[in-house]
Every structure is written in structure tokens, then in C-alpha cells.
T-cell receptor, first 115, second 111 residues
Framework: KAGVTQTPRYLIKTRGQQVTLSCSPI?????VSWYQQTPGQGLQFLFE???????NKGNFPGRFSGRQFSNSRSEMNVSTLELGDSALYLC??????????????FGPGTRLLVL | QKEVEQDPGPLSVPEGAIVSLNCTYS??????FMWYRQYSRKGPELLMY????GNKEDGRFTAQVDKSSKYISLFIRDSQPSDSATYLC???????????FGAGTRLAVHP
């Protein structure tokens, strides 16, 4: 079974621009979560989608948004980029329906550099 | 106080050593406990996954949870250079897939 895939793998943007990152979950997984990883803050939860609905959201500003499509693929968008948004953005998928074990499987990440 | 505390290391050990990696947490609602391994410039890889207190063994790896003291451990026996990575603990309450990660401990196993 193919793992979680993320595109693009690397991205360079300038301040003020916006960016869209894509994630394809493991086949059969309906939950997709997004995390931001930085050296200073570590891995932080952004949001989680299940069946096209956002079920949970972390403490990030409204510039960070996401969506999920009917095939479970997900995108996240960051508008008005700031230097501090430079990070590794990770997507994780799980089968979990919100009531159980929630083992999450991560993709390789998209490394975003904001200049 | 952070919900999950983990010593970032780095931890340097010789090949063949027994490694002990630890986390403490503050939220009593955590029921599931995961350990992830992350190699440089890669995404985290699920290593071990335990429910409630007790031990779980998988090859050279043993995960231990003590809910009474809110203490999580991962032991690596006969450590290998290929074990050199960052190890992240991630307790989980069972809610909507919000993992809370520790800072990660960077481990280096030298030949």
C-alpha cells in the first residue's frame, strides 16, 4: 500500500505571497491532519479533517486554512506569508473515525522557505 | 508547564548499548502513547503504539507506560548506527487526531 504523499517537497516563497500544499492519504484513510515542524517549536498541530469536515484546529492564525476533498485528499493554504512560516509542513493520515486509536502515518513533508 | 516534556538531548551512545528515552506528561486524559522515529529531512515514522499502562515489545524496542507517574519510556536494546535519529513521544487522548508531541530526543549511535 502506498504511503502518504505530499507535494511539492520543497518550496521557496517571498513574504506576502500565499502557498498551497497538497496531501494524498493512505488508501482507505479518511482522516488527514496537518502539522508544522520548526526547530524552535517542534511539531505543532494545525488542523484535522475527516469526511471533508474540519474537526479540530490548533492555535494558529486564520492565515492557515485547509480543506479536504471527497477522495480524502487534502490541501492546506497559507496566505500573506511571514518569515516565521518557514517550516516543514507534515501531513498525517489515519483510518480513525474519532472514537479510537488514531495511529497516524506521516508523509515526507513539504519544506517551505519564506524569504 | 508543557503538556509533554522530553529531553532534547543529544544523546550519544556506542553501538550495542541499551538506550533509554523518556517523556513525562501532565494530561491524565492521555490513553494512547506513540513513539515516532524521525530521520534527518524525513517525516516521522510510527515506531511503537501502546494503550494505557504496561509494556509492549517489538524486536529490539520496548515501550513502557506508567500512567500513575505520567511517565513514558522507550528502550532500545543492542543499539545500531541505523538507530541514529530523533525520537518523538506523542501521547493521545483518543479525541480527533490531535497528537501532542514532545520536543524529540536526538540519538546518535556511533560504531
Amino acid at each position: 500500500k502506498a504511503g502518504v504523499t505530499q507535494t511539492p517537497r520543497y518550496l521557496i516563497k517571498t513574504r506576502g505571497q500565499q502557498v498551497t500544499l497538497s496531501c494524498s492519504p493512505i488508501s482507505g484513510h479518511r482522516s488527514v491532519s496537518w502539522y508544522q515542524q520548526t526547530p524552535g517549536q517542534g511539531l505543532q498541530f494545525l488542523f484535522e479533517y475527516f469526511s471533508e469536515t474540519q474537526r479540530n484546529k490548533g492555535n494558529f492564525p486564520g492565515r492557515f486554512s485547509g480543506r479536504q476533498f471527497s477522495n480524502s485528499r487534502s490541501e492546506m493554504n497559507v496566505s500573506t506569508l511571514e518569515l516565521g512560516d518557514s517550516a516543514l509542513y507534515l501531513c498525517a493520515s489515519s483510518w480513525n473515525s474519532g472514537t479510537g486509536k488514531g495511529a497516524q502515518y506521516f508523509g515526507p513533508g513539504t519544506r517551505l522557505l519564506v524569504l | 508547564q508543557k503538556e509533554v516534556e522530553q529531553d532534547p538531548g543529544p544523546l550519544s551512545v556506542p553501538e550495542g548499548a541499551i538506550v533509554s528515552l523518556n517523556c513525562t506528561y501532565s494530561n491524565s486524559a492521555f490513553q494512547y502513547f506513540m513513539w515516532y522515529r524521525q530521520y534527518s529531512r524525513k517525516g516521522p515514522e510510527l515506531l511503537m503504539y501502546t494503550y494505557s499502562s504496561g509494556n509492549k515489545e517489538d524486536g529490539r524496542f520496548t515501550a513502557q507506560v506508567d500512567k500513575s507517574s505520567k511517565y513514558i519510556s522507550l528502550f532500545i536494546r543492542d543499539s545500531q548506527p541505523s538507530d541514529s535519529a530523533t525520537y518523538l513521544c506523542a501521547p493521545y487522548s483518543g479525541g480527533y487526531n490531535k497528537l501532542i508531541f514532545g520536543a524529540g530526543t536526538r540519538l546518535a549511535v556511533h560504531p
